[in-house]
């Protein structure tokens, strides 16, 4: 495998349920970052990690929660979803050096449709 | 808070002719980059662009960087149908070297 892998790449949920994606990224690098893309709108940045570390938190509500457990993982949970969190989510990975962001590198995507 | 511009967001244009795509932003950054998404699919890197004066091309496609003026540029020469896709731009946040803010997209079909 290489570079950033998504799964699952399609998830439909009810709003009562649970469920997590799952992003892997074999590139090395040292940041990784969830993103949400909506239609008609811009990407939005939810989360960020540096070694590990969560560095931002983009006013996501609480029934998002990320999961960093090394460097090349990345989880996103999901609970209690509204129908309004459907959209794309994408996983990226960078190297971060000297504090500045190298160019990200996407996955293919986690389409979800909550009912 | 750092806002990015792209303009237009929707370009449809013949095979063959050339234009230009521009990104606007409105804080300090000296690094910008451009990436390309086809229907279905994910982000691809195009151009990363470091300094004032920046210019990359690859094939059918040259990006530009002007940091006094805060603006990019994504030029399209004799475009061709495989082009079509859309293009965004991404400026590093000056607050935050973590965070890249993405313009909302050039939907770009290129017309036989």
């Known amino acids: 495998e290489t570079g950033v892998t998504q799964t699952p790449r399609h998830l439909v949920m009810g709003m009562t349920n649970k469920k997590s994606l799952k992003c892997e990224q074999h590139?090395?690098?040292?940041?990784m970052y969830w993103y949400k893309q909506s239609a008609k709108k811009p990407l939005e940045l939810m989360f960020v990690?540096?070694?590990?570390?969560?560095?931002e938190n983009n006013s996501v509500p609480s029934r998002f929660s990320p999961e960093c457990p090394n460097s090349s993982h990345l989880f996103l949970h999901l609970h209690t979803l509204q129908p309004e969190d459907s959209a794309l989510y994408l996983c990226?990975?960078?190297?971060?050096?000297?504090?500045?962001?190298?160019?990200?590198?996407f996955g293919e995507g986690s389409r979800l449709t909550v009912l | 808070e750092l806002k990015v511009e792209q303009n237009p967001l929707f370009l449809s244009m013949q095979e063959g002719k050339n234009y230009t795509i521009y990104c606007n932003y409105s804080?300090?950054?000296?690094?910008l980059y451009w990436y390309r998404q086809d229907p279905g699919k994910s982000l691809e890197s195009l151009f990363v662009?470091?300094?004032?004066?920046a210019v990359k091309q690859e094939g059918r496609l040259m990006a530009s960087l002007d940091t006094k003026a805060r603006l990019s540029t994504l030029h399209i020469t004799a475009a061709v149908h495989d082009l079509s896709a859309t293009y965004f731009c991404?400026?590093?946040?000056?607050?935050?070297?973590?965070?890249?803010?993405f313009g909302k997209g050039t939907l770009l079909t290129v017309n036989p």
């Open positions: 990226a990975s960078s190297q971060v050096s000297g504090g500045v962001t190298g160019e990200l590198f």
């Open positions: 590139l090395g690098h040292n940041a």
């Open positions: 990690y540096n070694f590990k570390e969560q560095t």
């Open positions: 804080t300090t950054s000296d690094r």
């Open positions: 662009l470091l300094s004032n004066g």
């Open positions: 991404a400026v590093v946040s000056g607050g935050s070297n973590y965070k890249l803010t």
